[in-house]
Nanobody
Framework: QVQLVESGGGLVQAGGSLRLSCTAS????????VAWFRQAPGKEREFLAR????????IYSDSVKGRFTISRDNTKNMAYLQMNSLKPEDTADYYC?????????????????WGQGTQVTVSS
């Protein structure tokens, strides 16, 4: 079992940066891949990035590649999403997912856990 809590969201101007954090509890965290998703009002949840269980491999969606960086620290049971060059279209609720298997692919997880989300608003 894994419990996740996101933090770090807020209001930022276009071109600015934010770092989201995902705090995990549960021993299984270190064996799970971690992904970040977002959901804007009226839109479907969108995959952004995933990092594998040991942090060696990552994958990004085209919409955030080169601007966002996913990382994790298993010693702290933490994962992060560094977001740079933010745009108004990045405005959404951002969610952390811990999923198994622990590979960094876009394939759906056989089991997963979600946080409650953190809101990011980018003003123009």
């Amino acid at each position: 079992q894994v419990q996740l809590v996101e933090s770090g969201g807020g209001l930022v101007q276009a071109g600015g940066s934010l770092r989201l954090s995902c705090t995990a509890s549960g021993r299984a965290f270190s064996s799970h891949a971690v992904a970040w998703f977002r959901q804007a009002p009226g839109k479907e949840r969108e995959f952004l990035a995933r990092i594998d269980w040991n942090g060696r491999n990552t994958i990004y969606s085209d919409s955030v590649k080169g601007r966002f960086t996913i990382s994790r620290d298993n010693t702290k049971n933490m994962a992060y999403l560094q977001m740079n060059s933010l745009k108004p279209e990045d405005t959404a609720d951002y969610y952390c997912q811990a999923g198994w298997p622990g590979s960094a692919t876009t394939s759906p997880r056989l089991n997963d856990y979600w946080g409650q989300g953190t809101q990011v608003t980018v003003s123009s």
